[in-house]
């Protein structure tokens, strides 16, 4: 972790003497200890893992996972001068590539895609992601991530969704910010691991306050009482004058109708429907997936657990 390259420096811009004692401080001053709780806690749920090594205990294949997300080679990725048509490598440290053809790390081998997806599933590097349509379904990067910056304006409130969904996730990133910040006296005070019980306080403040009915709070949205709580970032980049900057309001609203038009016949239909009718009409409409029977909840009880989502348009 400490013996690469790019971060040596960081560590001993001083000289090299005294290097393994500015390490324990480094470690020390941020807390490793409480980073790898939480990785660890985020790998097994709580529990570990069942035995992924014939004939070794369940730790061992545990330990090898953060070994294999630690251990991400630097990445050397080819460019192109557009103007004088040569190719040149430059190493990737705190980015990485995410696509099909993933770039290869320094000693020439290929770079597999679900390492590189656990390396960024993980506190350590890479920090950034850069991914293709490859990222874009199916997959989940909602462990240390809760920002998303799109290359492009998506084409369909559908693909929007496909992209934020990535992050937008059960336990993702944002929630878990907010309850170690709301929750911390809990883990003070537990004799065991401090997420169990920073999660059993936030789920017995949430049913206190009558927000854990529709199953969605804590685990999927939770702001505490902060008045400035951590929040999914999806940022459209719109160039001035551009087609795309005409078409993001329309885009964000038509996805908020989207979801109530999700797994419906003819959406497009359904959609222009929706888009010419009153705010108090589209209320009514509303899906509810919570389990059990609220019909007698009033609407704002409902309206007050929607998902909290930040759309930035720089």
């Given at each position: 972790m400490f013996n690469h390259r790019e971060v040596r420096p960081l560590l001993l811009s001083g000289g090299e003497e005294g290097a393994w004692s500015k390490v324990i401080d480094y470690c020390a001053e941020h807390d490793l200890q409480a980073v790898l709780d939480e990785y660890l806690y985020q790998l097994t749920g709580g529990k570990l893992t069942p035995e992924t090594i014939p004939g070794k205990p369940p730790y061992e294949g545990l330990a090898r996972r953060v070994k294999d997300a630690v251990g991400l080679r630097t990445a050397q990725i080819t460019a192109r001068n557009p103007f004088t048509g040569k190719s040149f490598n430059m190493p990737s440290h705190l980015a990485a590539r995410f696509a099909a053809n993933a770039a290869k790390d320094g000693e020439g081998g290929q770079t597999r895609l679900d390492t590189l997806r656990e390396a960024f599933n993980s506190p350590f590097r890479p920090f950034v992601l850069a991914s293709t349509s490859v990222g874009q379904e199916g997959l989940d990067f909602h462990h240390y991530c809760?920002?998303?910056?799109?290359?492009?304006?998506?084409?369909?409130?559908?693909?929007?969704?496909q992209r934020e969904g990535r992050v937008q996730r059960y336990l993702n990133h944002a929630v878990r910010s907010n309850i170690a910040t709301c929750q911390v006296a809990a883990a003070r005070e537990t004799d065991g691991p401090a997420w169990p019980a920073m999660l059993a306080a936030a789920e017995e403040e949430a049913q206190n306050l009558g927000m854990s009915r529709l199953g969605m709070c804590p685990h999927w949205l939770y702001t505490g009482n902060l008045d400035a709580p951590a929040l999914i970032e999806s940022i459209l980049p719109l160039p001035p004058f551009s087609r795309e900057a005409g078409l993001a309001p329309w885009l964000i609203k038509t996805t908020a109708l989207y979801r109530l038009a999700f797994g419906q016949p003819r959406q497009s239909d359904l959609l222009a429907i929706l888009e010419t009718s009153a705010s108090q009409d589209i209320q009514s409409l509303m899906i509810r997936l919570a389990p059990g029977d609220f019909t007698h909840l009033p609407d704002s009880d409902y309206t007050n657990l929607q998902g909290d989502e930040q759309h930035e348009i720089p």
């Open positions: 809760h920002r998303i910056w799109h290359w492009n304006l998506p084409g369909s409130p559908a693909d929007l969704e």
